[in-house]
């Protein structure tokens, strides 16, 4: 029983609400990692254009907008952060590329960098910072992560939001264990996603209580 769910979250790990058509499909930042240990896509349908959607991808980072998780999940997993924003916060807004978007305290040395942006389609990040520095320095190890968000425009002023994580890890005992803790990225990414969409749904009809410009 345990294996049966174990195995349903770990498809919902790397699928969740995503279409097999979107996970074939080529993405920018796919080229970062050309080699992949672990691919995940996961993807969500907003009621909002894409203009309301994107003020809330650029301001995201560690004391920043955050990760629009609830905010049981980041008192969990990540105490140390601040609760994620629900305005959009006009000093965030400037974000450009090769730009640094931290996911951690400094000490941790642990961030990404905007490798590609189209404003209201995709923004990329890019990540070799991702591990533990006593396991850089004592094992040799290492990760190459790329985390692409796409906007694709649909009928009727809604967007179709796609996350695409891609990552290549060494050595192979440090593959293992990410790609035993992949169930984790359904709840990571699920709540991510619809914090996103409350966020942009609501800068629709509220836009002046959000602080949108």
């Given at each position: ?11 919902l790990g790397r699928t969740w609400s995503s279409t097999p058509a ?78 640094s978007v931290p996911d951690g305290p400094p000490e941790t040395q ?29 094992f040799a190890a290492s990760m190459n992560w790329s985390w692409t ?65």
């Amino acid at each position: 029983m345990f294996g049966g769910a174990y195995g349903v979250a770990h498809v919902l790990g790397r699928t969740w609400s995503s279409t097999p058509a979107e996970r074939r499909s080529a993405r920018p930042g796919d080229e970062l990692v050309v080699h992949p240990t672990l691919v995940t896509n996961h993807a969500i349908t907003i009621d909002a254009p894409a203009e309301c959607v994107w003020p809330w991808l650029v301001q995201m980072g560690w004391h920043r907008g955050g990760w629009y998780t609830a905010r049981w999940v980041d008192r969990l997993l990540f105490p140390a952060n601040h609760a994620s924003a629900d305005r959009i916060v006009a000093e965030l807004q400037h974000l450009g590329l090769g730009d640094s978007v931290p996911d951690g305290p400094p000490e941790t040395q642990c961030g990404f960098v905007v490798a590609r942006m189209e404003r209201d389609r995709t923004l990329v990040l890019h990540s070799r910072e991702h591990l533990p520095l006593s396991w850089r320095a004592r094992f040799a190890a290492s990760m190459n992560w790329s985390w692409t968000f796409s906007l694709d425009a649909l009928d009727g002023g809604r967007t179709r939001l796609l996350i695409r994580s891609r990552a290549a890890l060494a050595p192979r005992w440090i593959a293992a264990l990410y790609w035993m803790a992949i169930p984790t990225d359904f709840v990571m990414a699920r709540q991510m996603l619809q914090g996103i969409r409350r966020r942009a749904e609501l800068t629709v009809v509220a836009p002046d209580l959000l602080g949108a410009t």
